[in-house]
């Protein structure tokens, strides 16, 4: 059981946008910034949004959003690349430990 | 640019130790505040533990299920973080990645991974 809870899964099909989202409570997300992490095939994660900010490298097409418990990461124009597993995760003030959440699988039809 | 590279990993006994190594580079390490996140196969991400930078006070938390077992160290001076496993059991099965905290709220850099398998 995870502290934050995502989709298990979404689709889309190319050029659509979709929106993913990740539920936590007023102890974590409520007051903590969200971090997006993208997981290719197993591979090691890659951040892709921290608060609302892009890495380096990021595409402009992935973009972060909160509101009060629930974060969001959108990605506007999908591209076959970005079929990944998609994790956030948060520091939870109660458990005092950053926590995260179940993922969600994302395929591009 | 930016590399955290993992080593240490291997196969060991339920009730062994382990010590993993990151060496960090391309970045400052001495003020970055470092975290281990393992991954057990199939499963998602878990936090492990983190340390705070020198400056920082250096202090490290540990999660619930890992906690008494585990302790995280850093040398900066060799710019290496350390994950030090003792009494490992069979869940702790993993790829353990050591990842840099941002001041967002979030992990930033990851490095490859490193896989502890436990077993008997």
């Known amino acids: 059981q995870s502290a934050l809870t995502q989709e298990a899964s979404v689709s889309g099909t190319v050029g659509q946008k979709v929106t993913l989202s990740c539920t936590g409570n007023t102890n974590n997300i409520g007051i903590y910034g969200v971090g997006w992490y993208q997981q290719i095939s197993h591979g090691a994660p890659k951040t892709v949004m921290f608060?609302?900010s892009l890495p380096s490298g990021i595409p402009d097409r992935f973009s972060g959003s909160k509101s009060g418990t629930t974060a969001s990461l959108t990605i506007s124009g999908l591209q076959p690349e970005d079929e990944a597993d998609y994790y956030c995760s948060t520091w939870d003030n109660s458990l005092n430990g950053w926590v995260f959440g179940g993922g969600t699988k994302l395929t591009v039809l | 640019e930016v590399q955290l590279v993992e080593s240490g990993g291997g196969l060991v006994k339920p009730g062994e130790s382990l010590r993993l190594s990151c060496a960090a580079s391309?970045?400052?390490?001495?003020?970055?505040?470092m975290s281990w996140v393992r991954q057990a196969p199939g499963k998602g991400l878990e936090w492990v533990g983190r340390i705070r930078s020198k400056s920082d006070a250096g202090t490290t938390e540990y999660a619930a299920p890992v906690k008494g077992r585990i302790t995280i160290s850093r040398d900066d001076s060799k710019k290496t973080l350390y994950l030090q496993m003792n009494s490992l059991k069979t869940e702790d099965t993993a790829v353990y990645y050591c990842?840099?905290?941002?001041?967002?709220?979030?992990?930033?850099?990851w490095g490859q991974g490193t896989m502890v398998t436990v077993s008997s």
């Open positions: 990842v840099t905290e941002s001041a967002d709220d979030a992990f930033h850099m």
């Open positions: 391309g970045f400052n390490f001495n003020n970055a505040w």
């Open positions: 608060g609302h």
